[in-house]
């Protein structure tokens, strides 16, 4: 299908990294959305992996998994949780895939003998993947974030692609460029050098930005902004400011407030439709800005020095505190710092308790020994995928009484291999998508805490994981108090787990906080949080009498 009738804009940064193009990026086509435009968001990440499924965590923050099973870079959630629209394979593309995809044509004979350079079959390649998600019909407006900063040499090729779409008569396309303005203490005074070169580097690559977005810790005059689009060969009113917000739900009024949007529509020749439609934005701002109380949940993970490997996982839990008027307070705690000496200590104080996802042996006995204490405290419990996996571990080990419980992952040949591999990934070694990914069925059972959230039967839900509950021993976990609330309906497997006697302790193996939005946080979250809520209240009537 012609794409000719989508518009594209792309988003490249200067000067820094770390500027916030996936935040700004998601807030312009918040706004787009909210005026009527249908919007979609990508992402090309500059790096050799072909996806960041092999990536640790602390190189690039955590790994966000789309409904077809793409695991992608963590923008991507950024996108999903302010368009509120799901994203896809096609949403994310780095240097690996496309390589890839060029040097597997070539081995096919595809090129006829031709050298394969970068340009133009780099550069067609990046192309065609900017135009896949127009082509799809589905779309006015596709914004193409490029990860990375302007004058990197890995980014060369994608630049270059940007020059060539900008010359294609077909394509009607605008960059939106964003850099920082440093403010000099010393001197008083707002730097804009750092900017100009930046645009300067564009401009050689053949670019020019139509739009600047300045980051900036301090107001930026007028006659700051007019010397900058002087400078720069840019419209006044297309130099944006961009200061630090209270929370990255506000960057969407502040970009408003710059008419950012409308500066794009009319840059793209596009009607204004309609002034954008944020109420519902605004209340859940406001919500947020003014709760009623403040809860304290811990998080167990083992990458707790690096916040961006737990961020949707995170930001489910704003949202759901949103929703219960509530400001959550997130205390991460590295598993391995956690024992049966210190946990009470570890622990004190927490309304609710979160153990993590994760991969690996690093933390787990730790991670263990946080649902000991929350299950024999009756604190409120969250477990995600490999945090579920250790709530069915503690449970065997001091429940069931089987010392011997483990995950195969662990340990191999553990005498209760109460989490075990999935017989058809034994043979796979390679390690790229090995593993369940992606949105599966899961069927619940009534009168049960999951059932009371989603309010319906049949859900799907993302995964991510290798590993599975072990249903040998089901019928022994459920007459000693753990329930298998949800099941898999094709495959038997187990996705839900909860304890009966205890206030709200769940498992799943399945990742919820990747589907939890800004105007529609996901139901566990919110029924976790309403249990903590809840048990907190109990508590301060205890206390009170
Ligand atoms: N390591 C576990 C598995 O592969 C859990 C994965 C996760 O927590 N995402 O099954």
Redesign the pocket.
Known sequence: MADSKTKYIFVTGGVTSSLGKGIISASLAKLLQARGYSVTIQKLDPYINVDPGTLNPYEHGECYVTEDGAETDLDLGHYERYLDTKTSQANNVTTGRIYQHVINKEREGAYLGKTVQVIPHITDEIKRRVRLLGRTGKYDIVITEIGGTVGDIESLPYIEAVRQLKWDPEIDCIVIHLTLVPFLSTSGELKTKPTQHSVKMLQESGVQADVLVLRTEQPIPADVRKKVALFCNISEEAVIESANAETIYEVPILMQHEELDQVVLNKLNLPSKQEPDIEEWKAFLDRLKNPKREVRIGLIGKYIELKDSYISIHEALIHAGAKNDSAVEVEWIHSEQINADNVAERMAGLDGVLV?????ERGIEGKITAVEYARTNKIPFLG????M?CAVIEFARNVLGKKGAH?T?IKEHAEDPV?FLMEEQKAITNMGGT?RLGAYECKIKDDSIARNAYGKELITERH?????FNNKYLEEYEANGMRATGINPEGGMVEIVEIEDHPWFVGVQF?PEYSSTVLNPHPLFVEFIAAVVKENQKEAVVKES
Do not use: D, S, V
Request: hydrophobic content about 35%; some cysteine.
């Open positions: 993590a996802p994760g991969f690996g995600i995928c490999l945090g996996q995950t992952e989490i593993m991510r994981h290798r590993f599975e990742h």
